[in-house]
């Protein structure tokens, strides 16, 4: 009998451990996804690469973005004059991870404001992210980014 409560208490604390775990690294990867569309918002090339593998794709509406496309595209983006402002949300619809590797799917929405006139207007996809976690921080891998009509 002890050997049993012995046993189920430790598959408790287990238990316990793995979720908090699993909490921690959704946690992780909501903010890593949310810092990385900084470089959409900011266009600032450091959440880009504070965020992502080296060999990070982006496949966009049947595009293939690769990170010397990002690049130019925030380059590009610097150099004109800002006419708007973006907000991005995200609404998650599940995340699985195993060991060093994490994928999720979400709804995101960019709440766009044009700065000459206030105008807003709204931007949905829907999304996925795949990550590995490369010395204890989550960087993505691949994005597939699908527009909503």
Not at 65 to 81: C, H, L, N
Not at 86 to 112: L, M, P, S
Request: charged share 25%; net charge positive.
């Amino acid at each position: 009998m002890k050997i049993l409560k012995i046993i189920s208490i430790s598959l408790l604390f287990s238990f316990g451990s793995s979720a908090q775990n699993i909490t921690k690294d959704t946690t992780e990867i909501k903010s890593v996804l949310a810092d990385f569309f900084q470089v959409f918002t900011v266009y600032d090339i450091k959440h880009f690469e504070q965020n992502c593998s080296p060999d990070f794709i982006l496949y966009e509406n049947g595009e293939v973005w690769s990170s010397k496309i990002i690049r130019e595209y925030v380059e590009k983006a610097r150099s004109e004059p800002k006419t708007s402002e973006r907000v991005n949300e995200f609404h998650f619809i599940n995340f699985n991870i195993k060991g060093n590797v994490a994928w999720a799917a979400y709804h995101n929405t960019a709440h766009i404001t044009l700065l000459k006139d206030g105008t807003k207007r709204d931007i949905n996809w829907l999304e996925s992210i795949i990550l590995e976690k490369v010395k204890g921080k989550w960087r993505l891998v691949q994005m597939h980014s699908t527009k909503k009509k």
